[in-house]
Nanobody, 122 residues
Framework: QVQLVESGGGLVQAGGSLRLSCAASGSIVNINSMGWYRQAPGKQRELVARITSGGSTNHADSVKGRFTISRDNAKNTVYLQMNSLIPEDTAVYYC????????????????WGQGTQVTVSS
């Protein structure tokens, strides 16, 4: 029904920057909130940042001042600009979206991307 495709991960040195993108496609009527989570080895998945359809945002304390979430509603795309990266940011980053879809009926569901690896070397 809905596919989320992430891009932009990779290997970067500490202090560097990366920009993640996540594009949603499929039987989309409307996208409510979109967000980014991350999961480091041996740790639970945690929220990094979230943005509503109206543009209100919240960021985890650990990334405030360094990461910025944004979205382009016309493109059904969410971004995560990551600056001043530190080794502790190393994780698989997952995009998520709450999407109103229409197949045979209207329904709302949470969808996830496949994840993109971000590795920050010291």
């Amino acid at each position: 029904q809905v596919q989320l495709v992430e891009s932009g991960g990779g290997l970067v040195q500490a202090g560097g920057s990366l920009r993640l993108s996540c594009a949603a496609s499929g039987s989309i009527v409307n996208i409510n909130s979109m967000g980014w989570y991350r999961q480091a080895p041996g740790k639970q998945r945690e929220l990094v940042a979230r943005i509503t359809s109206g543009g209100s945002t919240n960021h985890a304390d650990s990334v405030k001042g360094r990461f910025t979430i944004s979205r382009d509603n016309a493109k059904n795309t969410v971004y995560l600009q990551m600056n001043s990266l530190i080794p502790e940011d190393t994780a698989v980053y997952y995009c998520t979206a709450e999407v109103l879809v229409f197949t045979t009926t209207l329904s709302t569901g949470a969808y996830w991307g496949q994840g993109t690896q971000v590795t920050v070397s010291s």
